[in-house]
């Protein structure tokens, strides 16, 4: 009686060793982006480390390249899946193909979290965006407003079939709408992939092709916006005489709003990241769970927790200007 008394009190401490030891494993979350070359997207990986559960072990974090090919993105969630993450972040590369994503967590059950891009579907757990729409409405608005409503613009836009490239499109013509047919006239509008290298000769060619014609430039995102600001220069002609306007609040744009050469709106990478790794642990974790990031007191009254289950969070925009954009760079040291 006395082994068999034994014998239960070995077994139950082992079993105690196993639930504590399996309570202590981290929560293990596949973040699929949807490439890495961009400053704003390394924002997002450096808020990611930055996560207080990411920070003190209780969440591990795994970062995937797409490399901007939404078939790599859908091939990275098949992986996520086989290796068991608990949890899957998605940031989108196009707005349709990427739906797949969300059908695979979703017969693996593992919680799906959307951020920054969006895709077509209402099947993802939740999603942590900014409403690009609006995005693009303010930053064509304020490019409009230097213009007087008044000129021609040219446009460059994100990748095509990605949210983003739709969705700022729709509230860059909205506003280029509301200054009143034919006071603005679009020469061109082309992608430029959201890359700078990619921005610069395109903007040469329309100096060339128009010149002397061009008084605005909307870019969906500020690397585009960058690149034609540096084409400006090398084709020796003066930035300020130009209206010029981007989005995402990269430090480089920052500091060219400094300089009075553009204007941006910035989208927190921040927020959007941690935000989604909250919601993604409230998944997981269960009604237990409460927030750890700041973020959520930072917008208070504009994006609120809703105990981790709202079909989707809305992460407001900044206008960068002369008076808070040194705040905003000092808040990235």
Not at 57 to 66: E, R
Not at 100 to 106: E, L, P, Y
Not at 232 to 261: P, Y
Not at 264 to 275: K, R, T, W, Y
């Amino acid at each position: 009686m006395k082994k068999m008394t034994k014998l239960t009190l070995i077994a139950s401490s082992l079993m105690l060793c196993m639930s504590a030891a399996a309570q202590a494993a981290p929560v293990k979350i596949s973040v699929l982006m949807y490439g890495m070359k961009a400053e704003f997207v390394q924002l997002m990986e450096k808020a990611a480390k930055e996560h207080p559960e990411v920070k003190n072990g209780d969440v591990q974090i795994t970062m995937y390249d797409g490399r901007y090919d939404p078939m790599v993105q859908n091939n990275q969630a098949e992986t996520a899946i086989q290796t068991k993450a608990d949890a899957i972040i998605v940031n989108p590369m196009d707005y349709e193909a990427n739906i797949d994503v969300v059908t695979m967590a979703n017969k693996a059950k593992i919680p799906v979290i959307v951020t920054n891009a969006r895709l077509n579907t209402d099947k993802m757990t939740s999603e942590v965006v900014s409403d690009d729409v609006l995005g693009g409405y303010l930053d064509a608005k304020a490019v409009l407003k230097k213009m007087n409503c008044k000129g021609n613009v040219v446009i460059f836009e994100g990748p095509i079939g990605g949210s983003g490239e739709i969705q700022r499109g729709q509230g860059i013509d909205k506003a280029i709408a509301e200054c009143g047919k034919g006071n603005v006239t679009v020469l061109e509008r082309k992608t430029a992939n959201w890359s700078r290298a990619e921005a610069l000769p395109l903007m040469e060619n329309w100096l060339q092709k128009h010149r002397g014609k061009i008084n605005g430039v909307i870019g969906e995102n500020d690397e585009m916006a960058l690149g034609a600001i540096e084409a400006i220069k090398e084709a020796n002609l003066n930035v300020k005489d130009f209206s010029i306007g981007g989005i995402d609040g990269v430090t480089d744009a920052i500091r060219a709003v400094q300089q009075g050469e553009m204007v941006s709106i910035l989208q927190d990478a921040h927020a959007q990241m941690q935000g989604s790794i909250d919601v993604a642990l409230r998944a997981v974790k269960g009604s237990s769970y409460q927030p750890k990031s700041d973020i959520w007191q930072q917008y208070k009254g504009q994006m609120d927790w809703k105990d981790g289950t709202a079909q989707r969070y809305a992460v407001p925009w900044t206008e960068v200007t002369v008076d808070n954009a040194q705040q905003l760079l000092d808040a990235r040291k």
